[in-house]
């Protein structure tokens, strides 16, 4: 039988922004829609860019890749995607969303994650097996969730997990404060961590990348800020931002 975890009370790992009741109509505003691993990076580019293009305001709306999709199919407005996978974007090309082409913009792969010391005494991918361990996973059906399935179906190991969450951000939290025993994240949610959580690596020859593409959405409120706001994600200032996250060059 699973043991049950403590959960550390007080303990706060991330705050996950949201998108404000902005309207189409406030040209100010430019509103984008990030993968929830994305949000740290993504809220120090916010600064950046406003700083930038004083009087513009960026909204940013964090979830999971596959929940912002069907948000901006059922006709949220956006003016930025950023997917931590081409798949979901992939689908948003296919359904007409996308103004123009996606373009890359970072990569990232996995690492196991712990609670800070271990003390479950996690080592290898054969541990997420475990009965006796509390073990986490994404849910399928967003990226860090079919990618860790991947990651486990590659080295042979049928998980038993405990919990599927509904994005990487909330998998992470729930480590950090003890509630699981070890879980399967990006490895830039890891250094996101700090002290709370430490990172397993996973060996290279069982571990996945996944590419981040960002796009304009069709129908976008703020077209020209929106164009503007990719420009700089992608230049030399926001690629220092990008990679003091730990995101890599795609």
Known sequence: MKRFATVMAGV?????????????DDKSAVLVFAASSMTDAFAEIE??????????????NIAGSSSLREQILGGAPADVFVSADESNMGTLVIEGEVAGQPRPLVVNGLQLAVPAGNPAGVSSLGDLASSDLLVGLCAEQVPCGFLARGVLARAGVEPSPDTNEPDVRALLTKIGAGELDVGMV?????????????????????NLSTIY??????????PAGAALFIEFVLSEAGRVI????GFGLP
Not at 187 to 206: C, F, H, K, N, Q
Not at 242 to 245: A, E, F, K, M, V
């Open 12 to 24: 706060v790992l991330v705050a996950t922004p949201a998108c404000s009741g902005t309207t189409a």
């Open 47 to 60: 600064v950046a860019f406003e700083n930038a293009h004083p009087g513009t305001d960026v909204q940013i």
């Open 186 to 206: 990006y490895r830039t949610d890891v250094i996101s961590a700090g002290d709370l959580v430490e990172g397993i690596d996973i060996p290279d020859e069982y």
């Open 213 to 222: 593409p960002i796009a304009q959405l069709e129908g976008a409120p703020n």
């Open 242 to 245: 990008l990679d003091g996250h």
